[in-house]
């Protein structure tokens, strides 16, 4: 009998499947504790890096990097540090990224970031700041050899004029060096693989991996959609219909419906898949179990971490 992994493996054309997970940096010693736990949870399902955000305007950029100096000290996973333009010179970007290298940290994923006066304001590059993230991208490569990822967004970026426009950007962050195009969440695969299609024509051929949000929580996911504006299909609002006052069935449904999502895009070729956890595992967790990502045998069970150092 053939394994999960063996079966799913297969539908992906026998290539392996690999993750990766996201992050955000803790408020409060509370959502710390629930960091560490969710990191704790999925150090075992050996993804291929764990990245950490940085905060609108920088907002985070001291808790962005204790937790990725926290990932280096205390595990064996490999973090990925987000690093956006916005409200920083280029000095202060550099010492930042010449400290992660001296940290030990190897992957930067490269943003412009959002404008500083908000989203839907036009973006105002610091005047000694790098102006776009082909350049930020660019500068990070001359510090040193990191292995650097970008953003992509299958239903163009809001601000977008065309996709014409996103896919010169996109080309312009991989001349500069980027190694990786992660995408912004959607929830209809068809719209990725447009999307994936118009890179591929492009001549772009990077790995553009999909970025899966598992919903559990519809009207936040709605809200955030409308924000980014992300297409949500009428058959995912239908799916959470009635359930506003029963978070347990959510959380069911929503394992059901991101595993679905999930193996559409392994069924057609899909091998790599970043998560947005929103620090929590359990979802996550399971979409890998389903994927046939499981512990080692001889750590298997939840909480043994056999990617968290000793
Ligand atoms: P870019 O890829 O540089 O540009 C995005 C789009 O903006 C372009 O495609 C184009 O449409 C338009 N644009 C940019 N420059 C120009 C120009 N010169 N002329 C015309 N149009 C232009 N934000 C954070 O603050 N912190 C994070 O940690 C973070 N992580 C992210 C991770 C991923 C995987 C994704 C998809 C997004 C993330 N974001 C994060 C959000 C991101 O910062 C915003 O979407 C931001 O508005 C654009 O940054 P970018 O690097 O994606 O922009």
Not at 9 to 24: L, Y
Not at 25 to 48: D, F, G, N, V, Y
Request: net charge negative; aromatic share 10%.
């Amino acid at each position: 009998m053939p394994t999960d992994t063996e079966r799913r493996s297969r539908r992906a054309g026998g290539r392996p499947i690999s993750v990766s997970f996201e992050f955000f940096p803790p408020k409060t010693p509370e959502m710390e504790a629930t960091l560490w736990s969710s990191i704790t949870r999925l150090a075992p399902l050996a993804p291929k890096f764990v990245s950490v955000t940085y905060g609108a305007g920088g907002s985070t950029r001291e808790r962005t990097h204790a937790t990725v100096a926290r990932i280096v000290d205390e595990t064996r996973l490999a973090p990925a540090a987000h690093l956006t333009c916005v409200a920083a010179s280029r000095g202060e970007v550099d010492d930042v990224v010449r400290g992660y290298w001296d940290a030990g940290v190897r992957h930067i994923v490269a943003l412009r970031g959002d404008p500083p006066g908000g989203v839907g304001q036009a973006y105002e590059p610091h005047p000694q700041g790098y102006a776009s993230s082909a350049e930020l991208v660019a500068g990070v490569r001359r510090i040193a050899n990191f292995e650097v990822s970008v953003s992509a967004y299958p239903e163009k970026h809001p601000e977008s004029p065309s996709f014409e426009v996103d896919l010169d950007i996109l080309q312009a962050k991989v001349d500069a060096g980027a190694s990786r195009a992660i995408t912004q969440c959607f929830f209809d695969n068809d719209l990725y693989f447009r999307f994936l299609d118009k890179v591929r024509a492009r001549g772009i051929d990077v790995p553009v991996v999909p970025g899966i949000l598992p919903v559990s929580n519809f009207k936040q996911a709605r809200n955030f959609a409308e924000k980014t504006a992300t297409y949500m299909p009428e058959w995912l609002a239908s799916r959470f219909e009635g359930l506003d006052g029963d978070p347990e069935t959510r959380k069911l449904i929503a394992a059901a419906v991101a595993a679905e999502q999930v193996f559409d895009l392994v069924d057609r070729g899909v091998t790599e898949f970043h998560f947005y956890t929103l620090n929590r595992a359990d979802l996550v967790y399971a979409i890998c179990h389903l994927l046939g990502i499981r512990p080692p045998a001889a750590a298997e069970g939840p909480g043994v971490a056999a990617g968290v150092a000793a």
